[in-house]
């Protein structure tokens, strides 16, 4: 039975303050017919100057992809493509088509994209299948923004993505009006040396760009090398953010050679990238004395020591648009806090200067003694090939294997419980990450085959906000209560932490998702605590939010920090740890290691 017409959704589908177009946000709608999809194609018909599309957190599948692609062909001066969390719940084999066939519509229309966004959706490079014709074709010719964030790409997909738009590049040239491409955003994607590779050629050919931002993609120096040379090559850059990949001085002797190119610079972001003091060196030697437009750079967590940190701070003294300048996680030592903090001052920049809340003390000597027999640690690594690296990656979660089987022949009852927890954590993270790391084949994760529910929320990697808030479950809650019921007693406290983690991701901007996340932090505590696992659970924590330094030196928090650690003083603001915990867990939160 077809849909009835409901006159009502479909004016709020065709409002928008900046623009005609058709904004169907967060509904949760499953399409997966043309009749269940009736309101939405009606809403396309009835736009007359229909500029956008925007359909985030609903999900679609294949026949109900083709019935508005049908009406997406009356529609030439379509512009912006916003289909971001698209598909939840879909088969791998229906996203494809879906998205083809979406592409089709907007190609025989003749439309003109300026803005494609797919992002928060499960692609992998069988997705990546569906966009290429798109991508391709004269209709991408004037694109200027692509958005690929979080969608398991995988090296295969990335370098299918970068095929497919130095072919329509190719096609823009030939009829006089190239491709000119300002923004590429394409964070967790498991792109790695080969696909960053792959984008970099892509992104010299184009030489347009003014924003790239390719955070957490298992990046190394061969692949930041190649990002660098591609940089130069498109000078009128203003947004660099390649946080939580391993660019290291090798790295960043790269970068600091293609930066005196780049001086439109307005971002620079590479935290958490392992640069350490001679990386940093080099950075700050690269900016110091131009790049006077610079208003956000963001060095956290590299394990920068004294030499390093002066050498950025004082590349600051002219920057005076500057309004952000985050140093934290390094390690300067208390002095060299002190010292950093008066130069801010001096150079009239603590406005602009994040406190050093989490500093690991200065560990400069350590690192000297490593360049003495060498080279440093990551210099070694960064040695082997590739295949090397990915091993290293799999292994990246927080606890080494070796060292763990050491530990298991500990005689104490409580070291051996909460190895076998430790264990069974690195093997979720280890599962997890199987699913969006597998590029052999042209596959997609099986987590997003799963309808929209709490089981499927809990499966999924890193869930979108538009997952959380589609959860047909009135009392949140206890659907995550009921479900984590289920599990068995050795493997609760693993998939508890892990579901605080991705409600806590969400906490900032959503109250329910805190909700969620205090309530599931009182549970772990009372289990850990009858099962003799606090230790376990409170280190977890800990090295999660990027407060407690792992013994796998390539470990790196995976979720939004700062969003975590929020929730974390919301769930201790409520005293669901023991006094004890609760004690430990403000030190370390409060800055007072």
Known sequence: MAASFDLGAITNALSDLDQNGVKWVGKASKWGTVAEAQELIDAIAACTDMRFLNLEGNTLGVEAAKGIAKALEKHPE??????????????????????????????????????????????????????????????????????????????????????????????SLRVGKPLSLKVFIAGRN???????????????????????????????????????EAFKENVNLKIINLNDNTIGPRGAAALAEALPALQQ????????????????????????????????????????????GFALVNATANKDRLRSIVLNGNSFGDECCEQIEELMHDYGRIEAFAKLDDDGGDNEDAEEEASEDGGSEEDEENETDEDDEETEDETAE???????????????VEEDTEEALLVRMKEHMMALATNNNDTSTVSIDLDATLPNTVDSFCRVHYPPETMFLGLPDADKVAAFREYLSTVPQPDYLVHVAFTILKCSELAERNPEALSVAVALYQDAFKFAQANRRLKSLRNFVLIQLGLLKCEDRSFKPSYNVQSCRYALRAALQQMVAPEDENLIFSTFLDGGR
């Open 398 to 412: 927080g606890y080494d294997e070796e060292q763990r089987q050491q530990r298991a022949s500990d005689t104490e």
């Open 265 to 308: 610079l307005r971002e620079i972001n590479f935290g958490d990238c392992l640069l350490k003091t001679n990386g940093a060196t080099l950075i700050g030697e690269a900016i110091h004395e131009s790049h006077l437009e610079l208003e956000v750079l963001d060095f956290g967590f590299n394990e920068i020591g004294p030499d390093g």
């Open 190 to 228: 498991r792109l790695e040396n080969a696909g960053a590779k792959a984008l970099s050629e892509m992104f010299a050919t184009v030489g347009t760009l003014e924003q790239i931002e390719m955070p957490q993609n298992g990046i190394y120096h061969p692949g930041i090398t190649a990002l660098s």
């Open 78 to 171: 379509l512009q912006r493509a916003l289909w971001k969390d698209l598909f939840t719940g879909r088969m791998k084999e229906e996203i494809p088509i879906a998205l083809k066939a979406l592409g089709q519509g907007i190609i025989t229309a003749g439309a003109k994209l300026t803005v494609l966004d797919c992002s928060d959706n499960a692609l992998g490079p069988n997705g990546m299948v569906g966009l290429v014709d798109l991508l391709k074709s004269s209709t991408c010719h004037t694109l200027q923004e692509l958005k690929l964030n979080n969608c398991g790409l995988g090296i295969e997909g990335g370098t299918m993505l970068a095929k497919a738009l130095l072919e329509g590049h190719a096609g």
